[in-house]
């Protein structure tokens, strides 16, 4: 029987992994998104920033920095499946990222702030398209303030 | 300073006074009675595909939003602020990179409680980039 690989061994690959695929995205660095890792599933930080805020007087969070957060949160995690099978067979180099096709915001109650967390779900994913469902909070994981789907162009990867 | 002229300068002030807008360098070119018209400069900082160099969608979005919302405060029945309720937005195909993004947004129909407004987003070209459909707060809408 084969040994098992060394856990830090996975957890090296998977880690970096992950960061090639985020860390290509200039947006989500200027954004301050960050992407944590637990096995294959992945929770997306929006850490709070002036540079976010949509309404001084609340303040609350802007509508667009969340609805690109929220993006952001889903095209990753459809990246992540995509090319988890690649990832975990070893391979490395660039990647292609999913393209939006459309993307539908509820925005459920004013971001407030501070920090927010967004886990995303992909409800269908075919040879051509994707749908995947994300959902954004704060304080409480139960009390969503935002919510969206959208439809992603798989990219066309060789096989 | 007659009505119309005083709503287009409160959206004017209602935008430069938005960290996020003024992060993403948007400019108001034209708002008048329920219509808004925004851009930004292209911005390495702002890309969403290294390889192709073209903005990520979350820019359109911002933008998109942002525009929709001066359109709601420009229109002559709302009295206050606004916020998003929905977005919808389609994206048709990547800004040229290196180009400016615009958006043009119409507040179409206003209630008591929703504005409801529709927009759209072009580079330096005519052709579409994205489009648009959302439904924002109202506050304080006459009558």
Not at chain 1, 55 to 75: D, R, T
Not at chain 1, 78 to 95: S, V
Not at chain 2, 3 to 22: L, N, V
Request: charge should be neutral; hydrophobic fraction near 40%.
């Amino acid at each position: 029987m084969k040994k098992p690989e060394p856990v830090q061994v996975i957890k090296k690959r998977r880690d970096e992994a992950l960061a090639d695929l985020v860390g290509g995205i200039p947006y989500i660095g200027f954004l301050g998104v960050t992407f944590e890792r637990r096995g294959d599933e992945l929770t997306a930080t929006l850490p709070y920033g002036e540079h976010l805020v949509g309404n001084p007087i609340l303040p609350a969070l802007h509508g667009g920095a969340v609805g690109a957060f929220l993006e952001i949160a889903a095209q990753i995690e459809l990246g992540w499946q995509i090319y988890w099978p690649q990832f975990e067979a070893g391979a490395t180099g660039p990647k292609l990222i999913p393209k939006t096709i459309d993307f539908t915001v509820d925005y459920l109650r004013s971001g407030l702030p501070r920090d927010a967390y967004a886990r995303a779900v992909v409800n269908r994913s075919g040879r051509r398209f994707a749908s995947v469902h994300v959902e954004a909070w704060q304080d409480n994981r139960t009390k969503l303030f935002a919510q969206a789907t959208g439809h992603f162009l798989m990219p066309q990867i060789e096989a | 300073m007659n009505d119309t002229d005083k709503k287009a300068m409160i959206a004017r002030q209602f935008i430069a006074a938005i960290p996020h807008s003024r992060a993403l360098d948007m400019r108001v070119d034209t708002v008048h009675s329920g219509r808004a018209e925004l851009s930004l400069p292209y911005n390495e900082r702002f890309v969403g595909d290294p390889e192709s160099g073209v903005l990520h969608g979350g820019v359109v979005t911002a933008l998109l939003d942002t525009a929709m919302g001066t359109a709601v405060v420009s229109h002559p029945q709302s009295m206050g602020g606004t916020a998003t309720i929905d977005l919808r937005i389609d994206y048709m195909r990547s800004a040229t990179k290196g180009q400016r993004l615009r958006a043009e947004a119409e507040c179409y129909r206003v209630t008591r409680s929703v504005a409801f407004v529709r927009a759209t987003a072009y580079d330096e070209s005519d052709e579409p980039v994205a489009a648009a459909a959302g439904a924002f707060t109202v506050e304080g809408a006459k009558g």
